[in-house]
């Protein structure tokens, strides 16, 4: 009798809201793993303490204290270790979890397995692409300036829109005498006439 094979639908944006850096290392959690594996997380942590070689260091290890409040205040998410909980949660990296299908050996760990893997993939290929990311971002630098000079220029126009026209000079208020007699300290020919009389 053959064993039928189950399809297990996994949310690939899920499986990438999951995945965190620690150590400067992608990392999943021990209880979000075991959520998609659909076992406890004791028990997965179990399966890798009986299977300890095949989980180093780089593969699997357990959070700090520092870490995990790290990771708490990033990210605030219910699943980091609860108050029950006496140890810090386990994390997993991509080889890690790799390593974790030959421990839980069921078909919706291969399935689950697979999900996962395809998620590091993809997030490898968007980070681990510098030339293509740096090129983009380059050219949207340059859209932003060119939008930037476009902008201003409209600015400057509103601007000089908006300001009222000028009108005709003001007239000054109050005594001035004619420049005529400033300019030339002669009486004035009124003056003249006056004293001649």
Known sequence: MAKEKIAIVVDQRDVERRIFVV??????LDSDLAKLYGV???????QVRRNRDRFPEDFAHQLTPEELADLRSQFATAN?????????PMVFTE??????SSVLRSQR???VNIAIMRAFVRMRRLIGTPGELV????ELAKTVQLHDSQISAIADVLRRLMEPPP???KRKIGF?????SLSQNKPTAHKQNGAAR
Request: positive net charge.
């Open 40 to 46: 406890p997380t004791k028990r997965l942590n179990e």
């Open 109 to 111: 760990a291969v399935q």
């Open 80 to 88: 980091l270790g609860s108050s029950k909980s006496r140890t810090a």
């Open 167 to 169: 009108g005709p000079p």
């Open 95 to 100: 080889h890690g979890v790799a390593m974790l």
């Open 135 to 138: 090129s983009q971002l380059n």
């Open 176 to 180: 001035l005498p004619p420049e005529s």
């Open 23 to 28: 150590r400067g290392q992608r990392v999943m």
